[in-house]
Each structure stands twice: as C-alpha cells, then as structure tokens.
C-alpha cells in the first residue's frame, strides 16, 4: 500500500506485482516529461520520457502515462523487481529549467 | 560514452576554506546544470549553462560561483559555506530537447 510520511510517499509491494507512481505537475508551459530512479548515493539515472503530444510511450517494464488535462504523470512497473527498489522523481521540462517532483520511495518485498 | 563524471565523490571542507566540485561530459551536449539535492528531497536546479554561456541562476547565493570552460567541463567554486549547504551535488548535462543525464553527484559535508 501506499503512505504519506513526513518528507517522502512511500509505496510498498510484493515481487511481481505492478506497481503505479503518480505525479502531479503544476507548468501548463511543460512540454517534456522524465520519470527518474535514484538509487542511494548515486544520481537520477534515466527511467522513461515522453513528450507533451503524446498521452502514452512504453518501454521495457515500464509504462508512463501523462494526462495533460489535469496536469498528471503516471509510471507503470510491470512485474515489480527488488532491484526496482529506489527513489522515483517524475521531472518537467518548460523553458530549458527541468524541475523534479517530490519522489516517491519504491519498496518491493521479495 | 553516456557518462557524466564528477569529482570528487565526497567532499568535507571548513567554512573558510575555498574547493572547486568538476563535471564531465563527453557526449557533445550543450546544455550544463548544476542541481543541490538535501536527503529525502528532489533535486533542485542551481544553474543552467547553455552554449557555455550561464543562462539561468535559480537566486543561488554568491559563495558558489559557476563557470564552464568550455563545452564538455562544468566546476562550481565554493567559499565560506554555512554547514546548511551540506548536501549532495549533482551536475547533468543534455541536448537542448532531450533527457538530462545525470552524474553520480559530490557528497558535500561543510563543517
């Protein structure tokens, strides 16, 4: 399930579920979006984009989803993996300034 | 080579001391950015370098001055940091329109 802590939503699943992050974005002016997963002590490592005409794009595993009508991000993780574990950030870009989200913390049970 | 280097990974440093951090990238992007990222927090933009030129500056404080001496090479010079600016530091570099790649960052401690 998912919970709200002081600083960082937290989502925890079980291996091989799905899982769903969501992010809501506040620049009408953003045409480009990035999922990010930050791992401890490392820096963002590219996840997924897409770009603000589309609705859609899929990669390996993953799936983003943008919604501009209410200004939301979703990613998708099929088949949830313990090295899935990490830190999510979905990323706006408007204007050469690409501006984060606030996270959400990924715990998956093996 | 889809690398962004930075060095050096971990930093300690006195609040009347003067270090430089350095970013490298080899990819021929023209874009440079300097991000601060405090624990449990999303990383937040400091500079942006487009065409080695400073062409953003999110009101950062004058103890860390930016320069980008030419087009694969960032630093971001530091003196008299208050212990408040421990953090880690990111540097990432783009294609105007594409994602930003990020570096593994500097693991900055101000004592």
């Known amino acids: 399930g998912e919970s709200v802590g002081l600083h960082l939503p937290t989502l925890s699943v079980q291996e091989g579920d799905n899982s769903i992050i969501n992010c809501a974005y506040s620049?009408?002016?953003?045409?480009?979006f990035i999922w990010y997963k930050q791992e401890s002590g490392k820096g963002p490592q590219f996840i997924i984009d897409?770009?603000?005409?589309?609705d859609k794009r899929q990669g390996q595993r993953v799936t983003v989803l943008l919604n501009k009508t209410v200004k939301h991000l979703s990613l998708q993780i099929a088949a949830t993996q313990p090295g899935d574990s990490a830190v999510y950030f979905c990323?706006?870009?408007?204007?050469?300034?690409?501006?984060f989200g606030k996270g959400t913390m990924l715990l998956v049970s093996p | 080579d889809t690398e962004v280097t930075q060095t050096p990974k971990h930093l300690v440093m006195g609040m009347t001391n003067k270090k430089s951090l350095k970013c490298e990238q080899h990819m021929g992007h023209r874009a440079m950015y300097w991000y601060k990222q405090k624990a449990k927090k999303p990383p937040e933009l400091m500079f942006v370098y487009s065409y080695e030129k400073l062409s953003i500056n999110e009101s950062v404080p004058s103890r860390f001055s930016p320069e980008c001496p030419n087009s694969s090479l960032l630093n971001l010079h530091l003196h008299a940091l208050q212990p408040e600016d421990s953090a880690l530091y990111l540097c990432?570099?783009?294609?105007?329109?594409?994602?930003?790649?990020f570096g593994q960052g500097t693991r900055l401690t101000v004592v």
């Open positions: 897409i770009r603000s005409n589309m």
């Open positions: 620049n009408s002016a953003s045409d480009y």
């Open positions: 990323a706006e870009r408007a204007y050469s300034t690409l501006t």
């Open positions: 990432a570099s783009s294609q105007e329109e594409d994602e930003a790649f």
